[in-house]
């Protein structure tokens, strides 16, 4: 299976601060808030897996 690439800069870019809850195929951010308790409480009731990573003004050394 090939990795996927997946660009964080684009995918976050109205997010600079605080932290976000991804869709699992990467493609769209299902929530946003200030503290990751915030995101995890507005997406407990999704059955959607659901990855959350810190907000920032850049992903240059980003390593997931």
Known sequence: MKPTKIDFAKLLKNYKSGWVGISSDFKSV??????????????????????????????NDFIG
């Open 30 to 59: 299902i929530s946003s808030g200030k503290t990751l308790k915030e995101v995890q409480e507005k997406t407990k009731e999704t059955k959607e897996k659901i990855y959350f990573f810190p907000a920032d003004q850049t992903y």
